[in-house]
C-alpha cells in the first residue's frame, strides 16, 4: 500500500529543489539588467551628455514596452512552451542589454531600453504562470514569496557588483559603465541556453521524478482544474468596470511609482554625500537588506494574523514619510540614509500583502482577470516615478523636489488602501489560496 503523505513530501521536495533555486536566480538577474542603469548613469551621464530629465525618461520607456508586449508574451509562451519561451526572453533581453554597452548617444539608448522591455515582457507573470503548472494552491504562496524575494536580494548583490565593476574594470579602453552592461547581460544569455536543457514544460514530461510521484502530482492538479474550469471565460468588459479593480489598479501604480523612482536615483542620491562610485554600492546594500527581511516577516505576520488591508496601508505609509524624509534632511547624509531604509522597508513591505489584499477584495471571477489588469496598469508607474523625478531635478536643480513627489504619490496610494470598505475584505487565508490558484500574475 503506497504512502500518500510520504510520497506527497518527497514529490513536493523535489519539484520545490527543482524549480524555486533556479527561477529565483533568473529572477536576480532579470531585475538586475532592469535597474544597472541607476548604477552606470554615475559616469554614463557625462560621458553621453545625458540629463536628469532625460535619464528618466530613457529609465521610464523600459516599462512602456513591456506594458505593450506582456500579454502577447504570455500567449506566445502557451503555445511554444515555457522552457522555449522563458529561454528566448532571457536570450534576447541580455542580448539587448550587451549591445547597450556600445551606445553613442541618448536615442541609442531610448531604443535599447525600450526593445529591453520588449524582450523581457511577460517574464515575471510567465514564471507565476509556470508555478501554477508545478505547485497546488496551498504551496504557491510560499513559491510566490520565494521568488518575488529575488528583487531585494538583486539590488543587494547589483549594488556593490556594479559600482565595482565602474570602478576597476576598463578593458580595451572601454569605460566601466560600459563593461558593467557586457558583465551583467551575458549571464542572461547563458541562463537562457541553460534554461532549454533544464526547465521541463509540464509534470508529465519530467523524467526526474517517478512514475509513481509523477501520476501523484497530476491527479492533485487535475482536482483543482476541475474546481475552476467555471472560471476559465471570465470576461474582460465587467472586470474593467469593476471600481474595486480600478482602485487596486491604482494603490499598485502608486507603489511602482515610488519603487522605480527611488531605485533608479538611489544611486545618484547617494553619491551626492560625497562618497566614491564603490562605496556608493555598498551603502546601497543597507536599505535593501532591511526592506527583503521586513518584506519575510511582515508577510508572514499578514498571514498568521489573517489581516490584509492595514498590513498593505502600513507599508505605504512608511515609504511616504520615509521618502518626504529623505527629502527634508537631504544635508544630513546619516538621517537621509535611515529616512530611505525607512521608505524601503514599506515598500518591500507592501508588495506580498497587496496581492493578498487584491485576491481577499475581488470576487474569484473578477480576480481572474483583475489581477492580471491591476498589474499591467501598475507598471506604468514605471515610466512615470524615474521620468517625473529626472524632470523635477532638471527644473529645481534638486533631486529632494523628486522625494516629496514619490512621498505624496505613496501617501495617496495609503488613503486608496484606507478607502477600502472592511466589509469588501475577506481576510481568510482559505479565500487567498482559492483565488491565488487563478492568478497567473503577481
Same mark, same amino acid.
Given at each position: 500500500?503506497v504512502?500518500?503523505?510520504?510520497?506527497?513530501?518527497?514529490?513536493?521536495?523535489k519539484?520545490?529543489?527543482?524549480?524555486?533555486?533556479?527561477?529565483?536566480?533568473?529572477?536576480?538577474?532579470?531585475?538586475?539588467?532592469?535597474?544597472?542603469i541607476?548604477?552606470?548613469? &554615475?559616469?554614463?551621464?557625462? +560621458?553621453?551628455?545625458?540629463? =536628469?530629465?532625460?535619464?528618466g525618461?530613457?529609465? %521610464?520607456?523600459?516599462f512602456?514596452?513591456?506594458?505593450?508586449?506582456?500579454?502577447?508574451?504570455?500567449? *506566445?509562451?502557451?503555445? *511554444?512552451?515555457?522552457?522555449?519561451?522563458?529561454?528566448?526572453?532571457l536570450?534576447?533581453?541580455?542580448a539587448?542589454?550587451?549591445?547597450?554597452?556600445?551606445?553613442?548617444?541618448?536615442?541609442?539608448?531610448?531604443?535599447?531600453? !525600450? !526593445?529591453l522591455?520588449v524582450?523581457?515582457?511577460? !517574464?515575471?507573470?510567465?514564471?507565476?504562470?509556470?508555478?501554477?503548472?508545478?505547485?497546488?494552491?496551498?504551496e504557491?504562496?510560499?513559491?510566490?514569496?520565494l521568488?518575488?524575494t529575488?528583487? #531585494?536580494?538583486?539590488?543587494?548583490i547589483?549594488?556593490? &557588483?556594479?559600482?565595482?565593476i565602474?570602478?576597476?574594470?576598463?578593458? =580595451?579602453n572601454? $569605460?566601466?559603465?560600459?563593461w558593467l552592461?557586457?558583465?551583467? %547581460?551575458?549571464?542572461?544569455i547563458?541562463?537562457?541556453?541553460?534554461?532549454l *536543457?533544464?526547465?521541463?514544460?509540464?509534470?508529465? +514530461?519530467?523524467?526526474?521524478?517517478t512514475?509513481?510521484?509523477?501520476?501523484?502530482?497530476?491527479?492533485?492538479?487535475?482536482?483543482?482544474?476541475?474546481?475552476n /474550469?467555471?472560471?476559465?471565460?471570465?470576461?474582460?468588459?465587467?472586470?474593467?468596470?469593476?471600481? /474595486?479593480?480600478?482602485?487596486?489598479?491604482?494603490i499598485? *501604480?502608486?507603489?511602482?511609482?515610488g519603487?522605480?523612482?527611488?531605485?533608479?536615483?538611489?544611486?545618484?542620491?547617494? /553619491?551626492?554625500? +560625497?562618497?566614491?562610485t564603490?562605496q556608493?554600492?555598498?551603502? #546601497?546594500v543597507?536599505?535593501?537588506?532591511?526592506? %527583503?527581511?521586513? @518584506?519575510?516577516?511582515? =508577510?508572514?505576520?499578514s498571514?498568521?494574523?489573517?489581516?490584509?488591508?492595514?498590513h498593505?496601508?502600513?507599508?505605504? !505609509?512608511?515609504?511616504?514619510?520615509?521618502?518626504?524624509?529623505?527629502?527634508i534632511?537631504?544635508?544630513? $547624509?546619516? @538621517?537621509?540614509?535611515?529616512?530611505?531604509?525607512?521608505?524601503?522597508?514599506?515598500?518591500?513591505?507592501?508588495?506580498?500583502?497587496?496581492?493578498?489584499?487584491?485576491?481577499?477584495?475581488?470576487?474569484?471571477? #473578477?480576480?481572474v482577470? %483583475?489581477?492580471? #489588469?491591476?498589474n499591467?496598469?501598475?507598471?506604468?508607474?514605471?515610466f512615470?516615478?524615474?521620468?517625473?523625478?529626472?524632470?523635477? /531635478?532638471?527644473?529645481?536643480?534638486?533631486?529632494?523636489?523628486?522625494?516629496?513627489?514619490?512621498?505624496?504619490?505613496?501617501?495617496?496610494g495609503?488613503?486608496?488602501?484606507l478607502?477600502?470598505?472592511?466589509?469588501d475584505?475577506?481576510?481568510?487565508?482559505?479565500?487567498?489560496?482559492?483565488? =491565488?490558484?487563478?492568478?497567473n500574475?503577481?
Amino acid at each position: 500500500m503506497v504512502d500518500n503523505s510520504a510520497l506527497e513530501k518527497r514529490t513536493l521536495r523535489k519539484v520545490s529543489l527543482r524549480i524555486i533555486p533556479f527561477i529565483f536566480i533568473l529572477y536576480i538577474v532579470a531585475f538586475l539588467d532592469r535597474v544597472n542603469i541607476g548604477y552606470a548613469a &554615475l559616469n554614463m551621464n557625462q +560621458d553621453l551628455g545625458i540629463t =536628469a530629465k532625460t535619464l528618466g525618461f530613457i529609465s %521610464g520607456i523600459f516599462f512602456i514596452g513591456y506594458f505593450i508586449f506582456e500579454i502577447p508574451s504570455n500567449i *506566445f509562451m502557451n503555445k *511554444f512552451g515555457a522552457r522555449k519561451w522563458i529561454a528566448r526572453i532571457l536570450i534576447t533581453w541580455g542580448a539587448a542589454v550587451v549591445v547597450t554597452a556600445w551606445v553613442q548617444n541618448a536615442t541609442q539608448l531610448t531604443v535599447l531600453r !525600450f !526593445f529591453l522591455g520588449v524582450a523581457e515582457a511577460g !517574464f515575471a507573470p510567465g514564471i507565476i504562470l509556470y508555478i501554477t503548472f508545478w505547485f497546488r494552491p496551498k504551496e504557491r504562496a510560499r513559491a510566490y514569496a520565494l521568488f518575488l524575494t529575488a528583487m #531585494a536580494v538583486s539590488n543587494i548583490i547589483g549594488a556593490p &557588483l556594479s559600482t565595482w565593476i565602474m570602478d576597476t574594470v576598463s578593458w =580595451a579602453n572601454m $569605460p566601466g559603465w560600459r563593461w558593467l552592461f557586457i558583465l551583467e %547581460g551575458i549571464p542572461a544569455i547563458i541562463l537562457g541556453i541553460v534554461t532549454l *536543457f533544464y526547465l521541463t514544460d509540464r509534470p508529465e +514530461d519530467a523524467k526526474w521524478l517517478t512514475s509513481e510521484e509523477k501520476g501523484w502530482l497530476l491527479s492533485e492538479l487535475s482536482k483543482e482544474n476541475k474546481e475552476n /474550469k467555471n472560471n476559465k471565460h471570465t470576461n474582460l468588459g465587467p472586470v474593467l468596470r469593476d471600481l /474595486k479593480v480600478w482602485r487596486l489598479g491604482l494603490i499598485y *501604480f502608486a507603489f511602482v511609482t515610488g519603487l522605480y523612482g527611488i531605485g533608479l536615483w538611489l544611486p545618484t542620491i547617494i /553619491k551626492a554625500f +560625497d562618497v566614491t562610485t564603490t562605496q556608493v554600492g555598498w551603502i #546601497a546594500v543597507i536599505p535593501y537588506v532591511l526592506g %527583503g527581511i521586513a @518584506m519575510i516577516w511582515w =508577510a508572514l505576520r499578514s498571514d498568521r494574523l489573517g489581516e490584509r488591508k492595514m498590513h498593505t496601508a502600513i507599508p505605504l !505609509f512608511l515609504g511616504a514619510i520615509g521618502l518626504i524624509g529623505a527629502a527634508i534632511f537631504g544635508s544630513s $547624509p546619516i @538621517m537621509s540614509m535611515i529616512m530611505i531604509c525607512i521608505a524601503t522597508i514599506g515598500l518591500y513591505s507592501f508588495l506580498g500583502t497587496f496581492w493578498s489584499l487584491s485576491s481577499a477584495t475581488l470576487s474569484a471571477s #473578477a480576480a481572474v482577470v %483583475g489581477i492580471a #489588469a491591476i498589474n499591467s496598469f501598475g507598471n506604468l508607474g514605471g515610466f512615470l516615478g524615474p521620468y517625473v523625478v529626472g524632470y523635477l /531635478k532638471d527644473s529645481t536643480g534638486l533631486m529632494e523636489s523628486g522625494l516629496y513627489f514619490l512621498g505624496i504619490v505613496l501617501a495617496i496610494g495609503f488613503a486608496l488602501v484606507l478607502s477600502i470598505k472592511k466589509k469588501d475584505v475577506n481576510n481568510s487565508k482559505q479565500e487567498y489560496f482559492e483565488k =491565488a490558484a487563478k492568478n497567473n500574475v503577481v
